[in-house]
């Protein structure tokens, strides 16, 4: 609770950068066109060494094959030592208004995942809730459809993907606190039995406003050893609610995830994982940038307030681990130093449920979009 007052209490200081566009619209222009992203961070727990890191380093290339057929890829250095796709698809414009598309994409879940390079959003660090509940950046490989109806204000995306990666025969992948993260695939020899369903429509009616609806349904993938046994894979339903919205200098975002997991009792026997059969998050944030809008710098001053759970729901014999329900409140400032560029700084209080002696955090750090 005490939380939730300071939330409000910096609520009318805060701000949030809201990304308009899409990675393919950096090949619309040029045939073949080169971009990235990046960003390095240092983190400083309360008592604990820091920690400085390159977080990411993105490179970007597009190359549009004729007015309707573009590619994109991004490849993704983590960490300085890490090598991922981060996308590879193919997008055939049909109208102005509907896309066909295939390969290696980004799931539609909230704000962050598809909009996550680091001068479009608050914060040294992603939201929690995007990290532990979504979990971003969540990309698997598809095809399915995008477009939108201006007549109607929508825009919309309805995808078919390969699922979370959950028993391999020697291992789990989710469960506890970390939920469906560790079962990313990433079109990394990615395995599928049953393919998943995941749609989102964003209303855009209103000036300044956007809301979205977003849902994903299916299971999760097992090895063909073993796809067989009960409890291999868990069935997955979530859904999402976002909305953002900016009035000249201030800015508010926030969002709310939900998933139901069926099977997890039977899961947990075979893994030992811990899973919860639900898991939840949100967040709100608030913003306002504190220089003239006649200038080209802006300097954001935010707040965050975010509470997720990976245990939201348990099936029996598992009890529930308060540990895995979180909060944090996040405050600080994002300087566009130019458009691209940002220097961030912020501090968070973490709390639990289980009133764990949770570490409080300072951060730090540079990020870059060209």
Do not use: C
Not at 152 to 170: E, H, R, T, V
């Amino acid at each position: 609770m005490k939380k939730l007052l300071l939330s409000f209490l910096f609520i009318g200081i805060t701000t949030g950068i809201f990304a308009q566009r899409r990675a393919e619209d950096f090949y619309k222009s040029n045939n073949l066109t080169f971009g990235g992203y990046g960003e390095i961070i240092y983190n400083q727990p309360e008592g604990l060494n820091g920690k400085l890191d390159v977080q990411r380093l993105v490179v970007l290339m597009g190359y549009k094959f004729s007015d309707k057929v573009g590619l994109l890829t991004e490849i993704e250095y983590e960490h300085v030592n890490e090598v991922y796709v981060e996308q590879f698809y193919l997008n055939y414009k049909l109208t102005d208004n509907f896309n066909v598309k295939g390969g290696l994409m980004l799931v539609p879940m909230g704000i962050v995942n598809e909009y996550h390079e680091p001068t479009f959003f608050n914060g040294v660090n992603r939201p929690s809730v995007d990290g532990n509940i979504v979990p971003t950046t969540w990309r698997e490989i598809g095809v399915g459809v995008s477009g939108k109806s201006d007549e109607m204000s929508l825009g919309y995306q309805a995808y078919i993907f390969n699922g979370f990666k959950s028993y391999d025969g020697s291992k789990g992948y989710i469960g506890g606190s970390s939920g469906l993260r560790g079962g990313r695939q990433r079109g990394i020899s990615s395995t599928i039995n049953k393919p998943n369903l995941s749609a989102k429509v964003d209303y855009y009616g209103i000036q300044g406003l956007k809301l979205g609806l977003a849902g994903y349904f299916g299971r999760t993938q097992a090895t063909d050893n073993v796809d067989m046994l009960d409890g291999a894979d868990v069935g997955i339903a979530m859904v999402g609610l976002d909305a953002r919205y900016n009035y000249n200098r201030f800015n508010a975002r926030g969002q709310y995830i939900y998933t139901d997991i069926s099977d997890a009792a039977a899961y947990n026997a075979l893994t030992d994982m811990k899973l919860g059969s639900a898991m939840e998050g949100w967040y709100l944030e608030a913003s306002y940038n504190l220089l003239p809008t006649d200038k080209e710098q802006e300097l954001h001053a935010f707040t965050r307030y975010e509470m997720y759970d990976t245990h939201a729901k348990v099936e029996d014999p598992l009890g529930k681990n308060k540990a895995f329900d979180r909060d944090d409140l996040t405050f600080g400032l994002s300087y566009h130093v130019a458009k691209g560029a940002v220097v961030k700084a912020d501090y968070q209080i973490k709390d639990d449920a289980a009133v764990n002696d949770v570490k409080n955090q300072f951060n730090l750090g540079i990020g870059v979009v060209f």
